[in-house]
């Protein structure tokens, strides 16, 4: 439809000889539309060119695009409800996260020192801990057939953040090396 050489119009009739309302402005603005403009037309040059079948396809494509907003806006909800989905997914991590986060922190160095048959002291060394205050675990390694009677003592007093001293006794020949292991808990 190409009326591009010919612009609408509103034809209104001409006012009527003997309009002559009386009256305040509102009445007689009333009676002007009234008597006046509701008597005009408006005028779309080639409009009666449009075929009914014309008519009939604009009708279906309006009623397939009623369709197609029905469509959407199902979508809309289906996002609707998968946004609400994942907002409870998110909260279910965020709960995970937070018993995550109370989660101990566990710092561990580990090693393994030689010894001698008899008495002796090992001073043990490693990157910092957090503090001086972790547990130690001692291990005696050789190749024994039946167990050794030795005595490995942590002393205490010379426990830093970066070592400590292991006090061996009566360490049985049987017995070449001590596996030791450092554990800091925050």
């Avoid at 609408?8 to 539309?33: E, L, M, S, Y």
């Avoid at 080639?46 to 695009?65: F, M, Y």
């Avoid at 101990?104 to 001086?132: C, E, H, M, Q, W």
Wanted: proline share 5%.
């Amino acid at each position: 439809m190409d009326n591009q050489d010919s612009n609408p119009q509103i034809i209104i009739p001409n006012v009527p000889d003997d309009f002559c309302p009386a009256g305040d402005w509102r009445t007689i603005f009333q009676a002007f539309i009234d008597v006046v403009l509701a008597n005009g037309t408006v005028d779309i040059p080639d409009l009666s060119n449009i075929s009914p079948e014309a008519i009939a396809q604009i009708e279906t494509d309006v009623a397939n695009l009623q369709l197609d907003v029905i469509g959407i806006n199902q979508n809309i909800d289906q996002v609707e409800a998968d946004i609400n989905t994942i907002e409870g997914n998110v909260t279910a991590l965020t709960g995970r996260v937070t018993t995550l986060e109370n989660i101990p922190v566990v710092t561990v160095r580990t090693g393994t020192v030689s010894v001698a048959a008899g008495d002796s002291t090992k001073n043990i060394t490693f990157s910092a801990l957090p503090s001086s205050t972790y547990g130690v675990v001692i291990t005696p390694r050789g190749n024994a057939t039946s167990a050794a009677a030795g005595k490995y003592i942590l002393d205490d007093s010379n426990q830093t953040t970066t070592g400590f001293t292991i006090l061996v006794n009566d360490n049985p020949s049987t017995v070449t090396s001590l596996r030791w292991t450092a554990i800091h808990t925050e």
